[in-house]
């Protein structure tokens, strides 16, 4: 079972490592600069996974992703962003499944938000069974709304609420 903890400067090498991982990154926001340095990787262990709830994910001790949910603003602040990711050499151990159930029971469990929502690449199939997995639905495709390295890609919102 993976495990929750704040990032610290021992996970700097790892998430440099990881995220210049093109197939991993295929599907990220290019908000994550590319290519991923030391200075970047310092930048997010230090302030940017300090707003809203972000977590390293280890999985037997050592750091293997990131989940993290960003809640939004005035009318939409029960609501909140999701976003996960996990170094390619654990994908297909179930590490995300595991980590996006027990993400979605402490978010419920702990917080006011009432719905958590994920925005998915159309053809990232990985992402969106484990969004199906963990109960997860299809609220709507957003056709062409990304465009990444010359590419438009429809964008899937899929949608949990407390119950």
């Known amino acids: 079972m993976p495990e929750f903890r704040a990032f610290t400067?021992?996970?700097?090498?790892?998430?440099?490592e990881y995220l210049n991982d093109a197939q991993l990154t295929q599907f990220l926001s290019a908000r994550i600069p590319?290519?991923?340095?030391?200075?970047?990787?310092?930048?997010?262990?230090?302030?940017?996974?300090?707003?809203?709830?972000?977590?390293?994910?280890?999985?037997?001790?050592?750091?293997?992703?990131?989940?993290?949910a960003l809640p939004g603003e005035f009318e939409k602040q029960r609501?909140?962003?999701?976003?996960?990711?996990?170094?390619?050499?654990?994908?297909?151990q179930g590490i995300a499944t595991a980590a996006l159930q027990k993400f979605t029971r402490l978010m419920?469990?702990?917080?006011?938000?009432?719905?958590l929502y994920a925005a998915v690449?159309?053809?990232?199939?990985?992402s969106e069974?484990?969004?199906?997995?963990?109960?997860?639905?299809?609220?709507?495709?957003?056709?062409?709304?990304?465009?990444?390295?010359?590419s438009f890609y429809h964008e899937l919102h899929y949608s949990c609420v407390r119950r």
């Not at 069974?129 to 010359?150: E, N």
């Open 9 to 16: 400067t021992q996970d700097l090498a790892l998430l440099v």
């Open 34 to 68: 590319q290519p991923y340095t030391q200075e970047a990787a310092k930048w997010w262990i230090e302030t940017g996974s300090k707003t809203g709830f972000v977590y390293a994910i280890v999985f037997q001790g050592v750091l293997v992703g990131c989940i993290s």
């Open 79 to 92: 609501s909140a962003e999701l976003g996960y990711w996990i170094a390619r050499r654990y994908w297909g």
């Open 108 to 115: 419920f469990d702990s917080t006011d938000i009432e719905r």
């Open 121 to 126: 690449f159309d053809g990232n199939s990985a």
């Open 129 to 150: 069974q484990v969004l199906k997995k963990c109960g997860y639905q299809r609220d709507a495709v957003l056709h062409k709304a990304i465009f990444k390295h010359g």
